[in-house]
């Protein structure tokens, strides 16, 4: 059985920081693809940012510049950075990662969190 649980989020002033980490844990033999997305009330969830098993990133063009995306491959983690948030960045952000565990290589995601930006 596999775990991906989130930490982080909450209220923010704009301008203000934020960080969310995600934790991988359980039968997990090899984690592909790590990610963040972020959906706000009626629109499509949306990458945010990702990081190859690589080490490779890639961001949404809204972001760069502003947010940071890191990885640690012993700790099964991952961790976005939130800088000079907008209020365009109020929304509900989830970590998603590539997994295999067993013979089965699938999308896990964590729970959700509420990332608010606002005066």
């Known amino acids: 059985q596999v775990q991906v649980v989130l930490s982080g989020g909450g209220l923010v002033q704009p301008g203000g920081s934020l960080t969310l980490s995600c934790a991988a844990s359980?039968?997990?033999?090899?984690?592909?693809?790590m990610g963040w997305y972020r959906q706000s009330p009626g629109k499509e969830r949306e990458l945010v940012a990702g990081a190859g098993s690589d080490d490779s990133t890639k961001y949404d063009d809204s972001v760069k510049g502003r947010f940071i995306i890191s990885r640690d491959n012993a700790k099964q983690t991952v961790t976005l950075q939130m800088n000079n948030l907008k209020p365009e960045d109020t929304a509900v952000y989830y970590c998603?990662?590539?997994?295999?565990?067993?013979?089965?290589?699938?999308?896990?995601w964590g729970q959700g969190a509420q990332v608010t930006v606002s005066s």
């Open positions: 359980g039968n997990i033999f090899k984690i592909y693809g």
């Open positions: 998603n990662a590539a997994i295999l565990s067993g013979v089965q290589r699938r999308d896990y």
